[in-house]
């Protein structure tokens, strides 16, 4: 439960409050220029309490997310890195990121790419020219 009053946490927590508080006196707001004859308020005084409730509704789920975890398991406090057997070993902090690694194979020669590279590197060189002043040719 620690982790719920982090102030990240205190915010939210203040944030729903404040929204869910917000959406039933806008509620009662409406029922008051409703029972002052504008008809119109009698559907939002029924969706503003609504509103908080969906508001209630996320905090409580969040709420739950937090507790659970990542996984779906309670969460239990970190624990700090093991020491390293031998002194200078590297200190495992978790699982190992497995990358899939493609063989290394040369960039396929590609007139077009080749043409355009050297177009932009002209422009790149000539940095007050106009496209249309190229010397090459572009071809689309």
């Given at each position: 439960m620690k982790g719920l009053w982090t102030p990240a946490w205190i915010?939210?927590?203040?944030l729903a409050l404040v929204l869910a508080a917000g959406?039933?006196?806008l509620g009662w707001w409406q029922y008051s220029r409703a029972a002052d004859g504008n008809?119109?308020?009698?559907?939002y005084m029924f969706q503003w309490p609504v509103f908080g409730g969906f508001v209630v509704f996320i905090w409580w789920r969040e709420v739950q997310?937090?507790?659970?975890?990542?996984?779906?398991?309670?969460?239990?406090p970190p624990q700090p890195p093991a020491a390293p057997?031998?002194?200078?070993?590297?200190?495992?902090?978790?699982r190992p990121v497995r990358?899939?690694?493609?063989?290394?194979?040369?960039p396929a020669h590609d007139p077009e790419l080749d043409a355009?590279?050297?177009?932009?590197?002209?422009?790149?060189?000539?940095?007050?020219?106009?496209?249309?002043?190229?010397?090459?040719?572009i071809t689309t």
């Amino acid at each position: 439960m620690k982790g719920l009053w982090t102030p990240a946490w205190i915010a939210r927590h203040l944030l729903a409050l404040v929204l869910a508080a917000g959406c039933l006196a806008l509620g009662w707001w409406q029922y008051s220029r409703a029972a002052d004859g504008n008809s119109i308020s009698w559907g939002y005084m029924f969706q503003w309490p609504v509103f908080g409730g969906f508001v209630v509704f996320i905090w409580w789920r969040e709420v739950q997310l937090a507790r659970r975890g990542p996984a779906g398991e309670p969460v239990s406090p970190p624990q700090p890195p093991a020491a390293p057997a031998t002194p200078g070993a590297p200190v495992t902090l978790g699982r190992p990121v497995r990358v899939s690694v493609e063989p290394a194979t040369g960039p396929a020669h590609d007139p077009e790419l080749d043409a355009y590279n050297d177009y932009l590197a002209w422009l790149a060189a000539h940095p007050g020219a106009r496209p249309s002043d190229y010397p090459g040719r572009i071809t689309t």
